[in-house]
Nanobody, 122 residues
Framework: QVQVVESGGGLVQAGDSLRLTCAISGRTFSSYVGGWFRQAPGKEREFVASINRSGEATYYTDSVKGRFTISRRNAKNTMYLQMNILKPEDTAVYYC???????????????WGQGTQVTVSS
């Protein structure tokens, strides 16, 4: 396992942008796939985006396609989630995860951060 720490959340207005950062330590991040998940109040944790080890393959849930971009810089052991045109329904705690298999299944990931709050006001 690796240690995962998210940052970059905050309170923004609808239509604004935010960039979340995920810092990974403990082992070389290039050995892991990365993912972002979110959990809104009263709802289950849901998949947002994932990225393979090289960064060449990405996958998004339909509700964020065209608005969010996942990326990574293995040399800096860092992963990002650029979020544009934010909507109130994007309000949630966002979690970064590292694992062995890319995709939407939380079971693919064995290292999770504590989460960062994103709140989008209308």
């Amino acid at each position: 396992q690796v240690q995962v720490v998210e940052s970059g959340g905050g309170l923004v207005q609808a239509g604004d942008s935010l960039r979340l950062t995920c810092a990974i330590s403990g082992r070389t991040f290039s050995s892991y796939v990365g993912g972002w998940f979110r959990q809104a109040p009263g709802k289950e944790r849901e998949f947002v985006a994932s990225i393979n080890r090289s960064g060449e393959a990405t996958y998004y849930t339909d509700s964020v396609k065209g608005r969010f971009t996942i990326s990574r810089r293995n040399a800096k052991n860092t992963m990002y989630l650029q979020m544009n045109i934010l909507k109130p329904e994007d309000t949630a705690v966002y979690y970064c995860a590292a694992g062995w298999r890319s995709g939407s299944d939380p079971g693919n990931y064995n290292s999770w951060g504590q989460g960062t709050q994103v709140t989008v006001s209308s």
